[in-house]
């Protein structure tokens, strides 16, 4: 048995984070990925066999439809224009898996950006300074931002991933195995990016991106999936602000990385 698994959009770097690590998580994943002409694949020659379809899927709806049948999981990574336009997308994504006659699983890409009116690192309090690494001052440590909490976004790359997240809440509603990622710091080479404010926070290795999608697979096969959940995905870091007990809990997410180890 394979588990024929279409990224679209699996050239960026949170797809080519997934083709590279999942088939080591388990070797029966195969890999559609379909992107718009001319992306660059950031996996950098690291990731095995795939097969790519060039596609601009808003131009060419009939041709998505009908590549749609016989996957198992499909992971919907893609950007698109401004927040109608990206709204416009998530539609037509989420209309063609809901149409077929046996839906795939359904992994929404979102962020923690969904929720960046819950921390707002560039103001002050506790989480500024986090962000500042000014720990010893810290009085009271919040707790982790829940899993559980509502999208409240501040910005419309924000709201783009709450629109996936209602998607995520209507597809499991319809019986579909649906999930959203908020995910946190991806990036190609797994490296700080010391000028981004709070970033070691946020910081998720590939690897553990990689790690959740195949828990909540994984769950989903045996039957345990909690359809229409968000969940954050963010390595095992030290001064992680973001709740991943939850999916360590409920599907068994197991990240491997630390920043303030990674990074040492």
Same mark, same amino acid.
């Given at each position: 048995?394979?588990?024929?698994?279409?990224?679209? /959009?699996?050239?960026?770097?949170?797809?080519?984070?997934?083709?590279?690590?999942?088939?080591?998580?388990?070797?029966?994943?195969?890999?559609?990925? %379909?992107?718009?002409?001319?992306?660059?694949?950031?996996?950098?020659?690291?990731?095995?066999?795939?097969?790519?379809?060039?596609?601009?899927?808003?131009?060419?709806?009939?041709?998505?439809?009908?590549?749609?049948?016989?996957?198992?999981?499909?992971?919907?990574?893609?950007?698109?224009?401004?927040?109608?336009?990206?709204?416009?997308?998530?539609?037509?994504?989420?209309?063609?898996?809901?149409?077929?006659?046996?839906?795939?699983?359904?992994?929404?890409?979102?962020?923690?950006?969904?929720?960046?009116?819950?921390?707002?690192?560039?103001?002050?309090?506790?989480?500024?300074?986090?962000?500042?690494?000014?720990?010893?001052?810290?009085?009271?440590?919040?707790?982790?931002?829940?899993?559980? %909490?509502?999208?409240?976004? %501040?910005?419309?790359?924000? +709201?783009?991933?709450?629109?996936?997240?209602?998607?995520?809440?209507?597809?499991?509603?319809? /019986?579909? /195995?649906?999930?959203?990622?908020?995910? /946190?710091?991806?990036?190609?080479?797994?490296?700080?990016?010391?000028?981004?404010?709070?970033?070691?926070?946020?910081?998720?290795?590939?690897?553990?991106?990689?790690?959740?999608?195949?828990?909540?697979?994984?769950?989903? +096969?045996?039957?345990?999936?909690?359809?229409?959940?968000?969940?954050?995905?963010?390595?095992?870091?030290?001064?992680?602000?973001?709740?991943?007990?939850?999916?360590?809990?409920? %599907?068994?997410?197991?990240?491997?990385?630390?920043?303030?180890?990674?990074?040492?």
């Amino acid at each position: 048995m394979e588990f024929n698994t279409l990224l679209i /959009g699996g050239r960026g770097t949170i797809g080519s984070g997934l083709r590279i690590y999942l088939p080591g998580m388990d070797e029966r994943y195969r890999f559609c990925s %379909i992107d718009l002409p001319g992306a660059p694949d950031r996996a950098g020659g690291r990731a095995g066999d795939v097969d790519f379809v060039d596609m601009n899927i808003m131009e060419e709806p009939d041709r998505f439809n009908a590549l749609l049948s016989g996957y198992d999981l499909v992971v919907y990574l893609a950007r698109h224009g401004d927040l109608a336009a990206m709204n416009r997308m998530t539609d037509l994504v989420f209309e063609a898996v809901l149409a077929q006659d046996h839906p795939p699983m359904i992994v929404g890409s979102s962020s923690v950006h969904a929720v960046d009116d819950a921390y707002r690192f560039f103001e002050k309090g506790a989480y500024a300074q986090i962000a500042e690494r000014d720990f010893d001052r810290i009085e009271n440590w919040p707790q982790p931002i829940s899993a559980h %909490i509502p999208a409240c976004p %501040i910005n419309d790359y924000g +709201r783009e991933k709450a629109y996936v997240e209602t998607w995520v809440a209507r597809a499991a509603d319809r /019986g579909c /195995g649906a999930l959203a990622t908020r995910w /946190g710091g991806v990036n190609p080479d797994n490296t700080p990016i010391v000028e981004e404010r709070g970033y070691f926070a946020v910081w998720c290795h590939q690897q553990d991106a990689a790690a959740m999608v195949h828990a909540a697979y994984t769950t989903y +096969r045996n039957g345990g999936l909690p359809s229409g959940r968000h969940y954050f995905v963010i390595s095992d870091n030290t001064y992680n602000i973001f709740d991943i007990q939850t999916p360590k809990d409920e %599907i068994g997410y197991l990240p491997r990385h630390n920043a303030e180890t990674f990074f040492d």
